[in-house]
């Protein structure tokens, strides 16, 4: 009985950490999509100014949930960009991206979020929390159904 305690901890630990890294994930996509809104330019901008304010403002309810859900089971979210930056396993936009390259990133950076919340599911799972598991299986959904427009966009 005493290791599935001490597994329940560890899994719980180890579950806090990767929905950290997930709110840093959203934070920096959050700043590098509003970066792609003000500064793409050419023959799509109309079309992509739009889109990715409507993805930044996605990112931020789901940054949100996922923060506040990291609260309620009493974690403690990252909060301030120097965390973000040291947690997170997305890149920030470096300035050179035309059009069709912000819109490849993206497809790589939702792509690398949804691989953590799968983990995060898994882990989850295993802390018999599945409320969490809830949450990032819903919003693994919405990142993939992005990522199939903005593939479908890219051609």
């Known amino acids: 009985m005493a290791k599935t305690t001490s597994k329940s901890k560890t899994?719980?630990?180890t579950l806090e950490?990767?929905?950290?890294q997930e709110v840093a994930n959203l934070n920096v996509l959050y700043v590098k999509i509003h970066n792609y809104h003000w500064y793409v330019k050419g023959n799509n901008f109309f079309t992509l100014h739009v889109k990715f304010e409507e993805l930044y403002n996605f990112v931020t309810l789901k940054m949100d949930e996922i923060a506040e859900r990291l609260l309620t089971i009493k974690g403690q979210p990252a909060a301030t960009m120097k965390e973000y930056l040291e947690l997170s396993t997305i890149q920030e936009a470096d300035g050179s991206e035309d059009a069709l390259k912000m819109v490849q990133n993206l497809v790589e950076d939702f792509?690398?979020?949804?691989e953590g919340l799968h983990e995060g599911i898994q882990l989850a799972e295993e802390a018999e929390?599945?409320?969490?598991?809830?949450?990032?299986?819903?919003?693994?959904g919405e990142l993939e159904k992005?990522?199939?427009m903005l593939r479908t966009y890219l051609g």
């Not at 950490?17 to 950290?20: A, D, M, T, V, Y």
């Not at 929390?129 to 693994?140: A, N, Y």
Request: aromatic share 4%; no cysteine; proline share 4%.
């Open 17 to 20: 950490q990767l929905l950290n």
């Open 11 to 13: 899994s719980t630990s």
């Open 129 to 140: 929390d599945q409320p969490t598991s809830d949450l990032l299986t819903t919003v693994k």
């Open 146 to 148: 992005h990522m199939w």
């Open 111 to 114: 792509a690398t979020v949804a």
